[in-house]
């Protein structure tokens, strides 16, 4: 069992953690689901990550038989669908928060990514804060790690990045970050590691840029396997 790290509902140990109130995705049907199902004895929880597995491989498959059937254009309308999906649930994060005045621009960026991982992703994360213009942190498990391949990850670039976008929109202090990762579990690491740092001006996007390496791969590897 991993006893570290945190997961949904748990606190940080920053103390304006608590004073800060950031939207929870899909609250509708999470309030359904808690008034409807979720108190049932006969309630097994492992149901919803095989439910979330059926849909995550339903994901990258399509993906696939996008870039299969119609080339780079299949490609882009597949991204495109997938960054729009990340904006909506960017948007109910960040259009209710409640921020504290006395928060720091990292401080928020970090409470954001908490949320996205423990929530959004229902991860493990070991989050840190390592100086006023870094944060970084840890995912010790993900409910994809056993069935996607490293390269399958990509999908997660995308809604990742609607993330960033509908925080872009609405973030207080006006500031960017880079957002890059540096190991992941599918590629044999122990942990995912992912590194946030404010953005310098005419800086180029380090998660657009490996973004569009990884679709040129994507469409090289597609054309080795079709000769």
């Known amino acids: 069992m991993i006893k570290e790290g945190i997961l949904k509902g748990a606190d940080r140990k920053e103390p304006i953690w608590k004073k800060t109130k950031l939207g929870e995705p899909f609250k509708k049907a999470l309030d ?3 008034e409807s199902v979720l108190g049932r004895d ?10 979330g597995l059926f ?3 339903a994901v990258i498959n399509m ?26 649930v960017g948007k109910e994060i960040v259009e209710s928060a409640e921020i504290p005045q006395d928060i720091t621009p ?25 100086s006023e213009d870094q944060c970084s942190f840890n995912i ?8 996607y391949r490293a390269f399958d990850c990509r999908v997660q670039r995308y809604l990742v990045q609607g993330i960033i976008d509908a ?7 006006g500031n960017d970050y880079q957002v890059e990762f ?15 740092t404010e953005k310098k001006p005419g800086e180029l996007d380090k998660w657009e840029g490996y973004s569009k390496i990884l679709e040129k791969k994507a469409m090289k590897r597609l054309k080795e396997r079709q000769k």
């Not at 925080?167 to 202090?173: G, L, V």
């Not at 690491?189 to 946030?196: D, E, G, M, S, T």
């Open 32 to 34: 359904t689901f808690r």
């Open 42 to 51: 006969d309630f097994d929880p492992t149901a919803l990550l095989q439910f």
């Open 55 to 57: 849909m995550s491989m």
């Open 63 to 88: 993906l696939k038989e996008n870039e299969a059937t119609f080339g780079v254009e299949g490609q882009k309308a597949a991204n495109r669908a997938l960054i729009k999906t990340g904006y909506n």
């Open 106 to 130: 990292i401080e928020l960026m970090s409470f954001i990514a908490t949320i996205i991982n423990t929530q959004a992703w229902t991860s493990i994360e070991d989050p840190t804060i390592d």
């Open 140 to 147: 010790l498990w993900c409910p994809l790690q056993d069935v």
């Open 167 to 173: 925080f872009r929109e609405k973030n207080p202090f």
């Open 182 to 196: 540096t190991q992941t579990i599918p590629a044999g690491a122990k942990h995912c590691r992912f590194v946030i």
